[in-house]
C-alpha cells in the first residue's frame, strides 16, 4: 500500500523567521468530495488502492505522512494597496514532494486550521470556494497557463460560521512553491540582510538555477520574476480570465496564477470588468491587470534593493529603469499574442489599430469575448456577428491575412492554439457548485471533463459555450474566506 510520496522539506528548514512549526488542526469527520487521479499519477503518487476513509483522512490532515515537516508560511502582502504582515492563516504546507529526482512540489492544505498567522479568522475553509479553486484552477491549467493545482477536497464534517453556516472543507494545493512577493515583502519588513540574503539564494535555487553564479543575480532574478509575471498577466488577457485579488501576496515568484477567491471569466468583453464584490474601485479590473502586475512588481523591487547594490542610489536606479521597462515588453507581448489569436503572422504597422478596432466593436455590441475569436474561427455564428461593421472589419482582416506568407491551415492551427471554444463560464460553474454543494457531483465532473480540452472543436456543447443571457444581476463573486 505504498503511496508514493517522496517528501525532501526544504523550506522548513529555514530559520524561525521564515514559518511556524504546525500541524493541520485535526477535524471530526472528514469525507473525500474529489480526488484529481491524473495529477495525482502525474506526480507519481498512487492512491488506488487506498480505501475512501483513508483517503479522507490523508486529505484532511488528520493523517500525516512520515517524513513532512507541516509548517505554515510567513508573508506579507500589499493588500488592495496596504500593506500587512500575514502569513499562512488557514494553511499548512505538508512538504516538497519530490518527482522524478528533479520536480518539487510543495503539498498544501488549504482549510486546515488556526495558525499563529491566522489573526482574527477561523483558519477554516467553506465546501463552496474550495470546490470553485478545484474547477477554476483546472481550467487554467488545461488552458496551457502556469497554474497551482488542485488535488483533493474533502469535507471536514464541520460547520464554518460566514455570513451562513457552511460545510467545512480542505483543498490541497499543489504548487511549484509557495514563494510570493509577499514573502519577500514579509523578510524585508524585518530588515535582517542575512535572512533576505537567504531568501534570495533559496529562491534562485529552486526557481533561477541558471543565476545561480551571476555577478548581477539579484537584479537577474527581479528581470525573470518580471518576464514571468508579464507572461502570466498576457495569458490572462488572452483567455479573458479575471484573477479578482492580485495583492502581493498572491502573486508568486514562480509565474503561476495562485489563490483562485473572486476570480472568474469574463464573458461579454468590457476592459473594466470586475467580478468581486469587495474591489469597489475597479483596482483589479480586466484592464487594470498588466499596470497592477507593474506596481506589484514595484514592490518585489523594493525589497531586493539593499541586496542588488551597495550603494542605495544606485540600486534604484538600476530597479527602476528594469521596472520601467515592463510597458514596452508588455505592448510587444500583447501585440504578438492578438496577432496569434487572429492568425496573424509577421508584423504589420497597422495591426495595432486592426485589433483595437476589433476590441471597440466587441464592447460597443457587448460581444462575448471567447466566441467572437470562436466566430472568426468559423465555429460559432451567433447573431450579434451578423453586423455590418463587423463584417466590414472581418474583411480588413482577411486583407491582412493576405500577407500572412503562409497557409490557411497554418493560420487556423495558430488560432485553434490560441482561442479557446470553451471556458468555465460563470453560470456554469456556479450550477455545478450548487448541484456539488448538495453532495451531487455529476455536473462538477462533467465540467471538468468538458474544460480539459479547451481548445477542441467540441460538438454538442453548446450550453457550455454560450454566455449567460446578459440580465439586470451583474455576476458577483466573493473572496474564499
Ligand atoms: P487570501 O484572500 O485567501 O489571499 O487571504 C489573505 C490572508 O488572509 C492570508 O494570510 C490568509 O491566510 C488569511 N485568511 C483568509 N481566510 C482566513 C481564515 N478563514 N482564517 C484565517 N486566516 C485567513
Ligand atoms: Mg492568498
Known amino acids: 500500500m505504498t503511496i508514493g510520496w517522496h517528501f525532501d522539506n526544504t523550506y522548513s528548514k529555514l530559520s524561525n523567521s521564515f514559518k511556524e512549526d504546525i500541524k493541520p488542526t485535526p477535524v471530526h469527520d472528514p469525507e473525500l468530495v474529489i480526488l484529481n487521479e491524473e495529477l495525482a499519477s502525474s506526480l507519481n503518487l498512487d492512491f488506488s488502492k487506498i480505501d475512501k476513509k483513508k483517503l479522507a483522512e490523508i486529505f484532511s490532515g488528520n493523517s500525516i505522512p512520515k517524513e513532512t515537516s507541516t509548517i505554515a508560511q510567513a508573508y506579507a502582502g500589499h493588500q488592495f494597496g496596504h500593506f500587512t504582515m500575514l502569513g499562512d492563516g488557514r494553511a499548512v504546507l505538508l512538504g516538497e514532494h519530490v518527482v522524478n529526482d528533479n520536480n518539487r512540489f510543495d503539498i498544501q492544505f488549504k482549510g486546515s486550521g488556526r495558525t499563529s498567522f491566522s489573526r482574527g479568522g477561523d483558519g477554516r475553509a467553506a465546501l463552496g470556494p474550495m470546490l470553485r479553486e478545484y474547477i477554476i484552477s483546472e481550467a487554467i491549467y488545461s488552458l496551457n497557463i502556469p497554474t497551482t493545482r488542485s488535488l483533493a477536497v474533502v469535507k471536514t464534517g464541520e460547520k464554518v460560521v460566514r455570513e451562513n453556516l457552511l460545510q467545512g472543507a480542505i483543498l490541497t494545493r499543489i504548487a511549484s512553491s509557495h514563494l510570493r512577493v509577499g514573502t519577500f515583502q514579509y523578510i524585508a519588513a524585518t530588515q535582517n540582510i542575512y535572512d533576505l540574503n537567504t531568501l534570495v539564494d533559496y529562491t534562485i535555487n529552486r526557481h533561477y538555477p541558471e543565476i545561480k553564479t551571476s555577478k548581477t543575480k539579484v537584479l537577474d532574478l527581479l528581470n525573470l520574476v518580471m518576464e514571468k509575471?508579464?507572461?502570466?498577466v498576457i495569458n490572462w488577457?488572452?483567455?479573458?480570465?479575471?484573477?479578482?485579488?492580485?495583492?502581493?501576496?498572491?502573486m508568486t515568484i514562480s509565474g503561476e496564477t495562485i489563490d483562485y477567491g473572486p476570480c472568474a471569466f469574463m464573458d461579454h468583453y468590457d476592459p473594466k470588468t470586475v467580478f468581486s464584490s469587495i474591489d469597489k474601485f475597479g483596482r483589479y479590473a480586466f484592464s487594470n491587470q498588466p499596470p497592477?502586475?507593474?506596481?506589484?512588481?514595484?514592490?518585489?523591487a523594493e525589497c531586493l534593493i539593499p541586496l542588488i547594490d551597495?550603494?542605495?542610489?544606485?540600486?534604484?536606479?538600476?530597479?527602476?529603469?528594469?521596472?520601467?521597462?515592463f510597458q514596452n515588453i508588455y505592448e510587444d507581448k500583447w501585440l504578438n499574442m492578438m496577432r496569434d489569436k487572429l492568425g496573424l503572422f509577421g508584423e504589420d504597422k497597422n495591426d495595432k489599430k486592426l485589433i483595437n478596432d476589433l476590441f471597440d466593436w466587441m464592447k460597443k455590441n457587448k460581444a462575448d469575448y471567447t466566441n467572437t475569436f470562436c466566430n472568426l474561427m468559423g465555429v460559432n455564428s451567433d447573431v450579434v456577428y451578423k453586423n455590418d461593421d463587423f463584417t466590414n472589419w472581418k474583411k480588413e482582416w482577411k486583407k491582412r491575412s493576405e500577407f500572412n506568407n503562409t497557409t490557411q491551415e497554418k493560420q487556423s492551427k495558430l488560432m485553434q492554439a490560441n482561442n479557446p471554444t470553451v471556458i468555465p463560464r460563470n453560470h456554469k460553474v456556479e450550477e455545478a457548485l450548487t448541484e456539488a454543494y448538495k453532495g451531487n457531483l455529476d455536473k462538477m465532473k462533467k465540467l471538468l471533463t468538458i474544460l480539459k480540452n479547451p481548445y477542441d472543436n467540441h460538438s454538442n456543447i453548446e450550453e457550455y459555450q454560450v454566455p449567460a443571457p446578459l440580465s439586470n444581476k451583474k455576476y458577483q463573486t466573493f473572496c474564499g474566506t
Open 229 to 232: 509575471q508579464c507572461q502570466l
Open 237 to 250: 488577457i488572452r483567455v479573458g480570465f479575471i484573477h479578482g485579488v492580485m495583492n502581493t501576496d498572491n
Open 292 to 300: 497592477i502586475t507593474k506596481w506589484n512588481l514595484a514592490r518585489f
Open 310 to 325: 551597495k550603494d542605495e542610489d544606485t540600486a534604484i536606479t538600476l530597479a527602476t529603469n528594469l521596472i520601467d521597462n
